[in-house]
């Protein structure tokens, strides 16, 4: 049977995550929330046949008997709000990255979905993708890994309008904004589920004109090796990622939407292709997952996850503030 949820956020990622979650029939959109009702409607309408409830009332659309789960994709800095209220609902939550402004954050909400005895998932969707997988289960091919370069860095066209000089959410600290809050968690969510956490972070960002970081690199150190993260919503690079160990080198031509996976053979110069067909509706096999995790009760898989934001959000708050880069809570 289908879980039914409901979505806080109407813009295009909420779209695309309804889409492939509905694709896995293991979903169904019974509920939109927005602040305007029109918007409700015309979200909802994208859907004609379902019965979809509309909302302009939080604690209406939270309290709705007939929701399992709640999908958060509000704007960052609202993401803890949304996701403790739906906690304290007793509802499934699945928090669109980046999952909190601090750790403490995170923390309270964790313990809180232990509490009700639901689970509360973050929406990596890369690391769930089968070539990511292959790229990962493949690290034991190039024996001892002596470093890694993973890059994500897409040209926003709300940066024009930063040159213009205009603030728009994604370059607003006040929003809980900035490249690495949008692009460069991906990098840092890569390396963590591939390595582990790090023993030490060090960013080095790229400070645009509404404060915020506009891109940077972000070096993870390790034992016996360092691993060179690239982000940036400035310019786009196509950079593979790569994985370097002393039997060889693992090559993917990007971090997320994974098409390629490559083995090199420094020693007989021999390229050996390992992907399987890349999945054409890039969220469903986060949203697949998620859904086996709540349908089997699955807490086992539910705290790697755990750790792993934990992780991720611990990097990412750490290098932030070192430089400077702080949101509204954290001043």
């Known amino acids: 049977m289908a879980l ?3 979505i806080i956020g109407t813009n295009w990622i909420t779209h695309s995550y309804v889409e492939c979650a509905q694709a896995t029939q293991k979903w169904n959109l019974a509920a939109v929330y927005s602040r305007k009702e029109d918007s409700a409607k015309e979200f909802a309408s994208k859907y004609d046949g379902q ?7 939080l604690d209406k659309f939270f309290n709705d008997s007939n929701l399992q789960a709640i999908y958060v994709a509000s704007p960052n800095i609202l993401h803890y709000e949304h996701a403790k209220a739906a906690l304290n609902a007793g509802k499934h939550v699945i928090l669109e990255k980046p ?10 909400l964790f ?12 929406a990596w969707r890369h690391i769930q993708e089968a070539n990511f997988k292959i790229f990962k289960s493949a690290i034991s091919k190039i024996g001892q890994v002596r ?8 040209f926003s066209s709300r940066y024009d309008a930063v040159l213009k000089g205009e603030v ?13 809050a949008d692009l460069g968690c991906y990098t840092v969510a890569a390396a963590v589920w591939l390595f582990g956490a790090p023993k030490d972070a060090q960013y080095y960002p790229v400070i645009i004109s509404t404060g915020a970081d506009g891109g940077g690199v972000l070096i993870l150190q390790y034992e016996g090796f360092t691993v060179h993260l690239h982000s940036s919503k400035m310019y786009t690079s196509d950079a593979p990622s790569e994985i370097y160990g002393e039997k060889g080198t693992l090559i993917v031509p990007s971090i997320t939407d994974i098409e390629k ?8 110069k021999a390229r050996e292709d390992l992907a399987t067909k890349k999945e054409s509706l890039n969220l469903k096999e986060e949203a697949e997952e998620q859904a086996r995790i709540i349908n089997e009760k699955d807490w086992k898989a539910a705290g790697e996850l755990e750790a792993h934001s934990r992780a991720v959000l611990k990097v990412t708050e750490k290098v932030r503030r070192d430089n400077g880069l702080l949101y509204p809570t954290e001043k």
Do not use: H
Request: a negative charge; proline letters at 3%.
């Open 51 to 57: 019965k979809i409830a509309l909302y302009t009332d």
């Open 4 to 6: 039914n949820f409901g």
């Open 111 to 122: 313990k809180l979905a232990k509490e009700k005895g639901v689970f509360l998932i973050e």
């Open 147 to 154: 470093g890694a370069s993973i890059t994500f860095c897409q």
């Open 99 to 108: 999952s909190c402004s601090k750790s403490e954050e995170l923390d309270e």
């Open 261 to 268: 996976v490559t083995f090199w053979d420094p020693r007989s």
């Open 168 to 180: 728009p959410n994604i370059f607003n600290l006040e929003m809980g904004g900035g490249a690495l």
